[in-house]
């Protein structure tokens, strides 16, 4: 690859940042420097060709940790690297003028692992592992922030900051949808979905009055970015979601909470719905509602993707076409020997079987679910408090909103990254809670052992 001057000079700045966070990383507490990672998650300071700035910074801070002698622990680490192993063997089998592009990808994998076992530390030092939703309740500002100014920019028209045309943000789509900081309405959708559910939690544990209209307000507003996504599959899972979550935690709430938060959730929608269709340019979710069909069961907009991805699937289907979709050949028209340009099939399922084929897929699904198997289990789990026991149940519900979600859009896309690193640390931080709870049953199970003990003596 010929590095022009401008990817030098980009190269240039990219060592320079990285030199100087590391320095700071390793100055600042773990606590603090693991946080700002995750708050910045969803936005990409500088876009470059190699891959999103975060990645760069999960890896510099990451390192730092490490150089400093900090205890991280490594969840989930043979699941990883059985995912690993079967990310590297399906791109074994792709053409060497593409290693390139799919180690770029590699790369980026990692550094999500890396997200997660910093959530997953970082849960572990906090006092309590609920309040780690502070941090993403940070995160969700961030995001509003973001969605305001494209809204108010309107439907395709960029806004470059300062004006640097690297930092150019996300514009909303030309068919009137909010993308957010994601580029992707379906991940974007997922993400307030995900939020209001973590706000619901919040709102359960709170007892101040001005902090509860501040998080029923805030679970407003991601509602009110939700609609203007337009994403039918994303409102659908909120619907499903919030059912779920009524039902898991019904000996938590009881039937009057059950029945307040129904009446609360009915309300926020329709007034967050009226305001988006009635005042912006972004209120096309029930028009789209009112026209989706179904032909043989796939849906309108994917009657396309899918059945293609399925006959590329066939070609490979035991290690697949290699960990990466979109060759960068598919947008700008260059080449590449020994690839395919296939378009994205809006299915993580479909993604994976595509990518790394039916051995790999299986393993990146024992590696997401084994976190929601353990939530499951934890759910159980003797003298835990009750606000941690809903944490855990609120874990149990984004995982399967999540994984229902994805049947219709594949998070693990390249450009995507800065989502995985999300999800990535969402699976870190539930870990960490299961951690927490077992770990305090044994503590009290040690002492009670020791009182009986003691009483016998």
């Known amino acids: 690859m010929t590095l022009s001057s401008a990817i030098l000079a980009q190269l240039t700045v990219i060592v320079l940042f990285a030199t100087v966070i590391f320095f700071v990383a390793y100055r600042l507490p773990q606590v603090i420097s693991s946080s700002a990672l995750l708050i910045i998650i969803p936005i990409q300071p500088v876009d470059t060709r190699f891959a999103s700035a975060n990645v760069f910074l999960t890896y510099v801070i990451f390192l730092a940790m490490l150089l400093r002698g900090e ?13 690993l192993l079967c990310y590297f063997i399906s791109m074994s089998f792709v053409h060497r003028a593409l290693y390139l592009q799919h180690g770029v990808y590699m790369i980026a994998v990692i550094s999500g692992y890396m997200v997660l076992c910093l959530a997953h530390e970082l849960t572990m030092r906090l006092q309590h592992p609920g309040e780690i939703v502070n941090i993403f309740f ?35 789509r030309d068919d009137n949808r909010l993308t957010g900081p994601f580029a992707a309405t379906g991940v974007t959708s997922e993400f307030f979905v995900i939020l209001i ?59 009057r909470r059950v029945l307040q938060l129904t009446t609360m959730g009915i309300v926020l929608v329709s007034i967050a719905s009226a305001i988006i269709v009635n005042y912006s340019e972004f209120g096309r979710l029930f028009t789209r509602l009112e026209a989706t069909t179904l032909e043989e069961g796939i849906p309108d907009t994917r009657q396309q993707a899918w059945p293609q991805a399925w006959e590329r699937i066939k070609e490979r ?36 079987l595509a990518t790394v084929g039916i051995v790999g897929s299986i393993a990146f699904l024992i590696f997401l679910l084994t976190p929601m198997a353990r939530c499951w289990r934890a759910r159980l789990t003797p003298n835990v408090s009750v ?48 951690d927490r709870a077992r770990a305090e049953a044994k503590v009290h199970a040690f002492a009670k052992a020791n009182r009986n003990r003691a009483c016998e003596a």
């Not at 494209?150 to 960029?158: C, I, L, T, Y």
């Open 71 to 83: 205890n991280i622990r490594l969840p989930l680490l043979p699941h990883f690297l059985v995912l």
């Open 138 to 172: 940070a995160m969700n500002i961030v995001v509003i922030i973001y969605c305001a100014i494209q809204m108010a920019a309107g439907p395709g028209v960029k806004v470059i900051p300062f004006g640097i045309d690297e930092m150019t943000m996300i514009p909303g």
């Open 197 to 255: 559910l973590l706000l619901v939690y919040r709102l359960l544990i709170t007892q101040g009055i001005w902090l509860r209209i501040g998080i029923i307000l805030l679970a407003g507003i991601n509602l009110a970015f939700l609609v203007a996504t337009g994403n039918r599959g994303g409102f659908l899972s909120l619907i499903g979601g919030a059912a779920l979550f009524l039902w898991l935690l019904r000996k938590e709430l009881g039937f």
């Open 317 to 352: 289907p035991i290690f697949g076409h290699g960990p990466r979709l979109m060759m960068e050949g598919g947008e700008d028209g260059m080449e590449y020997p020994g690839w395919e340009y296939m378009q994205y099939p809006h299915s993580l399922y479909l993604f994976l």
């Open 387 to 434: 606000e941690d026991r809903a944490f855990i149940k609120t874990g149990i519900v984004i995982f399967v909103v999540v994984m229902v979600d994805q049947i219709k859009v594949e998070f693990m896309r390249i450009n995507l990254v800065d989502y995985w690193h999300f999800i990535f640390a969402l699976l870190g931080v539930f870990v960490a809670a299961c």
